[in-house]
């Protein structure tokens, strides 16, 4: 049965069924490690790229103005990265995962991360494991993550760069899972993700000299030394 089987959990995702054994074959410091490298990495390579198309650019480019509005609802919502077009996509964001998980059981295991489904063909997974939870409380947790980290960040690139962060976080996320741990059967959540465009988005403050975008990479450091602790 899938509870049977090796798994392998992200910094936020909790399950009950899940035994304390799978630590013991891996250590926490090697654990810690791989999350560091993978969004230490990502973030470094995005904040890089993105910073030295800024040196080219009026000081007054370098990020996206917040529209300016008069106090009121509107104005809450351009304050929390959720007005207009923003909070559309926001929303689409967060029905996806929902949906899929009012799907029931059978959609998760179709679109898991499964090594031996892989093998066979289905790369879908790659993408899709990402999307699917193993139930209410960690979608809940990952959903929180998610509308935390928009507001924060949202508009410190343009839509189209944050696709690119999450599809470099995605494919570094598989590539570890696939190479460096060939014994882990299948994998959910969209934890892994998260932690990426945290550090981008973090990294993304800082080179503007922000003090948030610092204190904002020392706790992502501290919540991993944490978690893998």
Same mark, same amino acid.
């Given at each position: 049965?899938?509870?049977? #089987?090796?798994?392998?959990?992200?910094?936020?995702?909790? !399950?009950?069924?899940?035994?304390?054994?799978?630590?013991? #074959? =891996?250590?926490?410091?090697?654990? +810690? @490690?791989?999350?560091?490298?993978?969004?230490?990495?990502?973030?470094?390579?995005?904040?890089?790229?993105?910073? !030295?198309? +800024?040196?080219? $650019?009026?000081?007054?480019?370098? $990020?996206?103005?917040?529209?300016?509005?008069?106090?009121?609802? #509107?104005?809450?919502?351009?304050? @929390?990265?959720?007005?207009?077009?923003? &909070?559309?996509?926001?929303? &689409?964001?967060?029905?996806?995962?929902? *949906?899929?998980?009012?799907?029931?059981?059978?959609?998760?295991?179709?679109?898991?991360?499964?090594?031996?489904?892989?093998?066979?063909?289905? /790369?879908? #997974?790659?993408? !899709?494991?990402?999307?699917?939870?193993?139930?209410?409380?960690?979608?809940?947790?990952?959903?929180?993550?998610?509308?935390?980290?928009?507001?924060?960040?949202? =508009?410190?690139? $343009?839509?189209?760069?944050?696709?690119?962060? *999450?599809?470099?976080?995605?494919?570094?996320?598989?590539?570890?899972?696939?190479?460096?741990?060939?014994?882990?059967? /299948?994998?959910?959540?969209? !934890?892994?993700?998260?932690?990426?465009?945290?550090?981008?988005?973090?990294?993304?403050?800082?080179?503007?000299?922000?003090?948030?975008?610092?204190?904002?990479?020392?706790?992502?450091?501290?919540?991993?030394?944490?978690?893998?602790?």
């Amino acid at each position: 049965t899938a509870a049977g #089987r090796p798994m392998m959990m992200t910094p936020t995702m909790i !399950s009950m069924s899940v035994k304390p054994a799978w630590r013991a #074959r =891996r250590p926490a410091a090697r654990e +810690c @490690l791989y999350w560091v490298i993978c969004v230490g990495a990502l973030g470094s390579c995005v904040t890089a790229v993105h910073d !030295s198309k +800024c040196l080219s $650019r009026p000081a007054k480019m370098q $990020r996206r103005a917040i529209p300016r509005v008069s106090a009121g609802p #509107r104005a809450i919502l351009t304050s @929390l990265n959720c007005d207009g077009s923003m &909070g559309v996509a926001l929303l &689409g964001c967060l029905a996806l995962p929902w *949906a899929l998980y009012l799907g029931g059981p059978a959609v998760t295991a179709a679109l898991r991360y499964d090594r031996a489904a892989i093998r066979q063909g289905e /790369w879908w #997974r790659l993408l !899709s494991a990402h999307w699917v939870h193993l139930g209410a409380r960690h979608l809940l947790l990952n959903c929180a993550g998610l509308c935390l980290l928009w507001m924060l960040y949202a =508009r410190e690139l $343009r839509p189209a760069r944050w696709l690119l962060v *999450a599809a470099c976080a995605t494919a570094a996320i598989d590539a570890g899972l696939w190479w460096r741990d060939p014994q882990l059967q /299948w994998y959910v959540g969209l !934890s892994g993700l998260l932690h990426g465009v945290w550090a981008a988005g973090a990294l993304l403050q800082a080179l503007r000299a922000d003090p948030l975008g610092w204190a904002m990479v020392w706790l992502l450091a501290l919540k991993l030394l944490v978690d893998c602790s």
